[in-house]
């Protein structure tokens, strides 16, 4: 298997723009991560999804990020209208369970907002 | 106060040392303890996971969980150039994941 497929792999834009992040998770697994790293705040969940529905979007900071997951082989993470303060790598991660079972992280979109 | 701390070191040490990385944590509802490896410009590897108390062995990674003092720690032994980069702690809690802010180890040959 490929692994976790993210694109892009790096995203530079002007504030105010609308960004879409795409994640393709690994066959077979249910469950699906947005993460966000910066290095004042470290690796943060923003959101996940179980068989394609959103179970907890707690993470996710504001109005301005949302999220999709329209089956089970693609999500997307867009921000609209996108700031500086969003400047960050966004990881997209996927597991077969929720336990103790091992998330696949993706290699990450470097998202820099000018 | 953060859910889970941890030193962000940089932490440099020759190779062949023993290294220790640790983090501490406030939720005592945390069950499931996991020490994450991540390259540079990479994302996070699994390195081990431990469920409760005590400590697990896998190689030259030893995991250790002390939940009643709210620690845990990851020794490795005989300690290479190759394991360079940034280790996570993290911890679940119901269904909720919460990562340290990871701590910088140089393995200098």
């Known amino acids: 298997d490929a692994g976790v497929i993210q694109s892009p792999r790096h995203e530079v834009t002007e504030m105010g723009q609308e960004v879409t992040l795409r994640c393709k998770p690994i066959s077979g697994h249910d469950y699906l991560f947005w993460y966000r790293q910066t290095m004042m705040r470290g690796l943060e969940l923003l959101i996940y999804?179980?068989?394609?529905?959103?179970?907890?979007d707690s993470g996710m900071p504001e109005d301005r990020f949302s999220a999709k997951m329209p089956n089970a082989s693609f999500s997307t993470l867009k921000i609209q209208p996108s700031e500086p303060r969003d400047s960050a790598v966004y990881f997209c991660?996927?597991?077969?369970?929720?336990?103790?079972?091992?998330?696949?992280f993706g290699p990450g979109t470097r998202l820099t907002v000018l | 106060q953060k859910e889970v701390e941890q030193d962000p070191g940089p932490l440099s040490v020759p190779e062949g040392a023993i290294v220790s990385l640790n983090c501490t944590y406030s939720?005592?509802?945390?069950?499931?303890f996991m020490w994450y490896r991540q390259y540079s410009r990479k994302g996070p590897e699994l390195l081990m996971y431990t469920y409760s108390s005590g400590n697990k062995e896998d190689g030259r990674f030893t995991a250790q969980v002390d939940k009643s003092s709210k620690y845990i720690s990851l020794f490795i032994r005989d300690s290479q150039p190759s394991d360079s980069a940034t280790y996570l702690c993290?911890?679940?809690?119901?269904?909720?994941?919460?990562f340290g802010s990871g701590t910088k180890l140089n393995v200098k040959p």
């Open positions: 939720n005592s509802a945390f069950q499931y």
């Open positions: 993290a911890m679940k809690n119901f269904n909720k994941f919460y």
């Open positions: 999804f179980n068989n394609n529905v959103p179970i907890d």
């Open positions: 991660a996927s597991s077969l369970g929720l336990a103790s079972d091992t998330q696949y």
